[in-house]
């Protein structure tokens, strides 16, 4: 079965770091594209970036570059979405996803995580 | 602000037909790229509704359907049913981005 995992639910305070990871199964990571997503309390989908495992071609959205990091390790099919200095405003659910195509980033998302939730309070 | 526009809620009553409608830009949909539509329950991750415009995954009903033409884009519900009620979006590639835009959902509530 062709699946992403996501990591647990977490609860930080500002200005910590943190790291969610996904970890897909049943199909070839290196070969199609991850995506993150997040979604805001009570809002609507957002694209963050996208990351392809084979060669680490990554790309951001404008609004989240510079605030988020998104990487990959093959050896354990994950991806993986980091902040270094989390904000109250980066309390949402995140979600990875994979496009229905090897290789491609353009065909619909057919393939997502459960979502991970971050709560961000002092 | 989402790139891609769309209508926050429609409604309508079971058995009805409604149609949710998708706008974009030339660095999307106005530049050929597929549209996809995605239906999120309550507390649940996105679900693949559309893809390629008008093809259904196997195990959605043909009461779903997708039409795209030139850049006038949309997603129809036939028979509704109190399950349809849930948030939708429409979803395509960026050229300008080089990544994924999403509309900002529409909230389908059957009456």
């Known amino acids: 079965e062709v699946q992403l995992v996501q990591s647990g639910a977490a609860v930080k305070k500002p200005g910590e770091s943190l790291k969610i990871s996904c970890k897909a199964s049943?199909?070839?990571?290196?070969?199609?594209?991850i995506g993150w997503v997040r979604q805001l309390p009570g809002k609507g989908l957002e694209w963050m970036g996208l990351?392809?495992?084979?060669?680490?071609?990554?790309r951001y959205s404008p609004s989240f570059q510079g605030q988020v990091t998104i990487s990959a390790d093959e050896s354990l099919s994950s991806a993986f979405l980091q902040w270094s200095s989390l904000k109250a405003s980066d309390t949402a659910i995140y979600f990875c996803a994979r496009p229905r195509s090897s290789g491609s980033s353009v065909e619909g998302i057919d393939v997502w995580g459960q979502g991970t939730t971050v709560t961000v309070s002092s | 602000q989402s790139v891609l526009t769309q209508p926050p809620s429609v409604s309508g009553a079971p058995g009805q037909r409604v149609t949710i409608s998708c706008s974009g830009s030339t660095s999307n949909i106005g530049s050929g790229f597929d549209i996809h539509w995605y239906q999120q329950l309550p507390g649940t991750a996105p679900k693949l509704l559309i893809f390629?415009?008008?093809y259904r995954p196997l195990g959605v009903p043909d009461r779903f359907s997708g039409s795209k033409s030139g850049t006038s884009v949309s997603l129809a519900i036939t028979g509704l049913q109190a399950g349809d009620e849930a948030d939708y979006y429409c979803q395509a590639y960026d050229a300008s981005l080089r990544g994924w835009v999403f509309g900002g959902g529409t909230k389908l509530t059957v009456l």
């Open positions: 390629g415009n008008n």
């Open positions: 049943g199909y070839p990571f290196s070969n199609y594209w």
């Open positions: 990351i392809y495992p084979d060669d680490s071609d990554t």
